[in-house]
């Protein structure tokens, strides 16, 4: 291995000081470019093999999308609060690190979601998703209405606070938040979850990730916006489409075997553990 990048938020003390303290170690081994997360990137032509990204999964996710057509593989040491994207703690960097410049690693690969904004027959928003792409009220707290269609054919139309499209690896973020299921990250699937709907029966729904799906605003007040990953926003329009369907490109994530999908539930979100009756 020649060169990597290292990336991280410099107006954060704790990842910049983290940064400037292994950079003499990484340049014993390889060719290291630093950027500076906090100013706006674009990668897609930059060289490297691959991207090593301090912080939380803000960070990652920002670094998938800036990487655009350039999807080098990625590794993410957790330096943030929940960190389910991350693959290593910040103490394992050094260990890990020197797998990864000798080979010893495997690339799991992850779908990725192509969001298209069509306003009177023409794009006018189109983003990368790695986590989902979510409308939702931007304002008024009243309901909004969004007419489901996949594959062309008509599914529902949901009166609710919004509605996510989720990919797998985002199966953990927001659309667990509002009662969506927990899907394994490499399988091929999109979840399509109701934000607090106005009606009961309206319930998640896992389908194929080789759909095509696709979302109108019937609503006639303002106030609705699209969100794709928790930072990228469009505000939408009475009449607007979303369309959503997997990317003919996907995210390279690096497994050095420090973690598990089931060992972060576990760890993460308490996953199976015992129930606290306390004492009698």
């Known amino acids: 291995m020649k060169k990597i990048l290292v990336l991280g938020d410099f107006n954060k003390k704790k990842i910049s000081d983290s940064i400037s303290t292994l950079k003499p170690w990484f340049d014993k081994y390889v060719n290291v470019d630093i950027f500076d997360l906090s100013k706006k990137n674009n ?35 957790h330096m943030g609060r929940f960190g389910f994207l ?81 990919t797998p690896l985002g199966s953990t973020a927001h659309s ?7 899907l394994s990250p490499e399988l091929n699937a999109f979840i399509i979850v109701p934000i607090c709907p106005h009606t009961l029966t309206n319930r998640p729904l896992v389908v194929s990730g080789d759909v095509k799906i696709e979302m109108e605003i019937t609503s006639q007040m303002g106030g609705t916006g699209l969100t794709v990953d928790g930072q990228v926003f469009a505000e939408l329009e009475m009449g ?7 990317a003919d490109i996907e995210v390279q994530m690096i497994d050095t075997g420090t973690r598990t ?20």
């Open 240 to 246: 607007d489409r979303v369309k959503v369907e997997r």
């Open 43 to 77: 990668f897609e032509n930059i060289d490297a093999e691959i991207a090593v990204v301090f912080g939380g999964d803000g960070a990652i996710l920002y670094t998938c999308r800036s990487l655009g057509r350039n999807q080098i593989p990625i590794i993410g040491v």
């Open 261 to 280: 999908f089931y060992g972060v539930l576990r760890e993460k979100l308490n996953w199976g553990g015992l129930p606290n009756y306390g004492r009698n």
């Open 86 to 166: 991350a693959e290593l703690m910040e103490h394992d960097v050094r260990t890990s690190m020197e797998k990864i410049f000798h080979g010893d690693f495997r690339i799991r690969k992850r779908m990725l979601l192509l969001c298209r904004v069509e306003r009177g027959g023409k794009i006018i928003n189109e983003s990368l998703g790695i986590n989902d792409s979510v409308i939702s009220r931007s304002s008024l707290s009243r309901l909004i209405s969004i007419k489901l269609h996949i594959d062309r054919e008509s599914v529902a139309t949901y009166r609710a606070d919004g509605l996510i499209i989720s």
């Open 176 to 182: 667990l938040s509002a009662g969506g299921p927990l």
